[in-house]
Each structure stands twice: as C-alpha cells, then as structure tokens.
C-alpha cells in the first residue's frame, strides 16, 4: 500500500514564502519511472495544475506561477517540493500532491496554503 503526505501549509502575507513537500511511503514500484504533480483548488475554483516534474526531470508550471514556484525532487526520490515565492492572494488554495506510473496512483489529503494581503 503506498502513501503520499503533503505538508508545508500555512498562513503567510503577500509576497512570503513557504515551501511544500510530497513524501510518498510504502510498496512502490519502479520509483525512478515516478511522475509528480502539485494541483490546487482555490475556494468555489476547478482543481488546477500548478506544476509537474517528470521522471525524466522536466519540469512545467501554470502561466500564474511561472517564475514564483519551483518543483523540485529530494536525493531519494520519493519526496518532491513544491518551493512557492512571492505569494499572491489568489495563490490561496488547498494543495495537493500526485504520485503516479505504470504501478502506481498515489494522492494526497492536500494541505492548505492561505496568503493574505
């Protein structure tokens, strides 16, 4: 049974920072074949794609945070960051985490990011 937990949430003011992680547990297949996907679904809002690190190490961000967000892979891959800069208002939103190859789909409870202004 495999595992992902996403922690990191909180409350800052506009224009701060926090750093979210993603670490997936258990019987894992083929790690290294691992896809990650950070989402967000902001209050009365369609979940959206935020950013997306590929097994390969490529990486693709939405136009709103392009040049704000990173998502990057510890050493041991099975724990993936989500560093956020510069945080907006409209960056408020729960944030989850997908793990996902050929053996796995894993998901996160989410973690709730609040930016006030």
């Known amino acids: 049974q495999v595992q992902l937990v996403e922690s990191g949430g909180g409350l800052v003011q506009a224009g701060g920072s926090l750093r979210l992680s993603c670490a997936l547990s258990?019987?894992?297949?083929?790690?290294?074949?691992?896809?990650w996907v950070w989402y967000r679904q902001g209050p009365g809002k369609q979940r959206e794609v935020v950013a997306r690190l590929s097994s390969t190490g490529s990486t693709a961000y939405a136009d709103s945070v392009k040049g704000r967000f990173t998502i990057s892979r510890a050493n041991a891959q099975s724990t993936v960051y989500l560093q956020m800069n510069n945080l907006r208002p409209e960056d408020t939103a729960v944030y989850y985490c997908?793990?996902?190859?050929?053996?796995?789909?894993?998901w996160g409870q989410g973690t709730q990011v609040t930016v006030s202004s």
């Open positions: 997908n793990a996902k190859n050929s053996w796995n789909d894993a």
């Open positions: 258990g019987t894992i297949f083929s790690l290294d074949t691992m896809g």
